[in-house]
């Protein structure tokens, strides 16, 4: 494996293992102003971690078969064709990158509350992501 596919991997790695950390907080111990800052923070580590994920499976992509892919859904197509992730890890993949792209375009707080509550099963996602790379 190249190096910058390893820096890469390894970047996404601690940025996940940092977004696992943010969601082991109980928000039970905080004031609702605490929550909110919390709750953001953790989405914002959503957001950072599934860019990492998918550019870091871009350069995968592009080491392992000379493929060269700059659209995410595409990038996590070819991942699941090449057989690094079953059908319904494909779905989620596809399905954090548009929740991503809702929180970046559009904020309302029905869509900030129905992306929260997936967080979780998305830090699974990360984790098998990162286990069929290494």
């Known amino acids: ?16 293992n940092n ?6 907080l109980d928000l039970d111990k905080y004031s609702e102003m605490e929550r ?8 914002q580590k959503f957001e950072f971690s599934i860019e ?11 080491e392992k078969y000379g493929l060269d892919i700059s659209s ?3 990038v996590i197509k070819i991942y699941f064709e090449k057989g690094h992730i079953d059908y319904d890890f ?8 548009d929740d991503r792209n809702k ?13 929260y ?3 979780k099963e998305y830090d699974i996602l990360f984790k098998k992501i990162i286990e069929n790379m290494v």
């Open 90 to 97: 494909y779905e989620k993949a596809i399905k954090a990158i």
């Open 36 to 43: 909110d800052l919390i709750k953001n923070g953790q989405i």
């Open 19 to 24: 977004f696992t950390e943010s969601l082991k």
């Open 72 to 74: 995410p859904k595409i």
């Open 117 to 119: 509550s997936n967080l």
């Open 1 to 16: 494996m190249e190096e910058l596919t390893k820096v890469k991997i390894n970047m996404f790695t601690k940025a996940v």
């Open 52 to 62: 990492l994920m998918w550019k870091t499976i871009k350069d995968y992509i592009n």
């Open 103 to 115: 929180l970046s375009h559009i904020y309302k707080e029905e869509m900030f509350k129905e992306v």
